[in-house]
């Protein structure tokens, strides 16, 4: 478990972290932040149970991932996430959720970091190699 300075060093680094990427960014508008998503829960966990998810890019998001994800998503964002809700859900309790309700799913998401490999969004549906549709 994490001290309350602990939990606030962190949450400034981060912060600071993403500030210094977004400002060397070429196309800034377009900077998918990432991270904790909720530090009083990610900093209650007990130690050797903190999840962080790494993912290849955002998929057509604009913005942060962490704020989308606090703020409940979007009507579509299940899909994605309830694997990830489920799997957070065995780690952390031990038990294994065959359907995820969506309050459970917001709940659970608020115990993860997320990490984003590619910090801008892009989508290549419909398009020819090559030919990426960024924001």
């Given at each position: 478990m994490m001290?309350?300075?602990q939990t606030q060093k962190l949450r400034r680094d981060e912060a600071s972290l993403?500030?210094?990427?977004?400002?060397?960014?070429?196309q800034s508008a377009c900077f998918n932040a990432d991270g904790v998503v909720d530090y009083e829960r990610?900093?209650?966990?007990?130690?050797r149970k903190h999840i962080v998810v790494l993912l290849k890019e955002t998929n057509g998001l604009h913005?942060?991932?962490?704020e989308f994800l606090y703020h409940g998503g979007s009507k579509t964002y299940?899909?994605?996430w309830n694997n990830v809700a489920r799997w957070a859900n065995m780690i952390l309790n031990g038990t294994y959720w065959k359907f995820v309700p969506k309050s459970s799913l917001d709940d659970m998401v608020r115990n993860i970091a997320v990490v984003n490999l590619k910090k801008q969004a892009?989508?290549?549906?419909?398009?020819?190699?090559?030919?990426?549709?960024?924001?």
């Open positions: 001290t309350w300075v993403m500030t210094e990427w977004q400002t060397r960014w070429a990610w900093s209650a966990l007990p130690d913005g942060s991932l962490v299940y899909r994605t892009q989508k290549r549906y419909g398009r020819p190699p090559g030919k990426m549709r960024t924001c």
